[in-house]
């Protein structure tokens, strides 16, 4: 009889250590919702490049306009991949690009703030070596 008790404790044991684990596992899995907005590009400084600009950024791979937030899901432990682009545009246009991977895990409970440099560099010409500089403000807000 004594057996059968054994046995029987072993089986709940692995049982709810499944149960238990397995649970542990789904939640820490769980996808979460973060609000990602595009607050502004501003030209932070410009030595001679140029005057006439696109600019681009993105979120997860998804094309985002200033002033537009885009909704993603993110795996607790993941990141969120920011990018940004900018080009004076001439015969021979001259780009620059930043991207950063914010891990969900530094974004505090009010939102985070991350900004982005992208450096520009003049490639002909009298100012060929010359820069400009674009900021890129991005918001991060868990929903």
């Given at each position: 009889?004594?057996?059968?008790?054994?046995?029987a404790s072993?089986?709940?044991?692995?049982?709810?250590?499944?149960?238990?684990?397995?649970?542990?596992?789904?939640?820490?899995?769980?996808?979460?919702t973060y609000?990602?907005?595009?607050?502004?590009?501003?030209?932070?400084?410009?030595?001679?490049?140029?005057?006439?600009?696109?600019?681009?950024?993105?979120?997860?791979?998804?094309?985002?306009?200033?002033?537009?937030?885009?909704?993603?899901?993110?795996?607790?432990?993941?990141?969120?991949?920011?990018?940004?682009?900018?080009?004076?545009?001439?015969?021979?246009?001259?780009?620059?690009?930043?991207?950063?991977?914010?891990?969900?895990?530094?974004?505090?409970?009010?939102?985070?703030?991350?900004?982005?440099?992208?450096?520009?560099?003049?490639?002909?010409?009298?100012?060929?070596?010359?820069?400009?500089?674009?900021?890129?403000?991005?918001?991060?807000?868990?929903?």
């Amino acid at each position: 009889m004594y057996r059968v008790w054994t046995k029987a404790s072993a089986i709940l044991l692995l049982v709810a250590s499944l149960l238990f684990n397995g649970t542990y596992a789904l939640a820490a899995s769980a996808a979460s919702t973060y609000v990602v907005t595009f607050q502004q590009a501003t030209l932070v400084s410009n030595d001679h490049v140029g005057n006439d600009w696109a600019i681009a950024a993105q979120v997860d791979g998804k094309s985002i306009s200033e002033g537009n937030s885009v909704k993603v899901k993110v795996k607790s432990g993941g990141s969120i991949k920011l990018y940004a682009y900018a080009e004076e545009q001439d015969k021979i246009p001259d780009e620059g690009e930043a991207s950063k991977n914010v891990k969900v895990s530094t974004i505090s409970a009010k939102g985070s703030t991350v900004k982005l440099r992208v450096t520009v560099t003049e490639n002909r010409g009298r100012y060929s070596g010359n820069q400009a500089v674009w900021e890129f403000t991005y918001k991060i807000k868990k929903q």
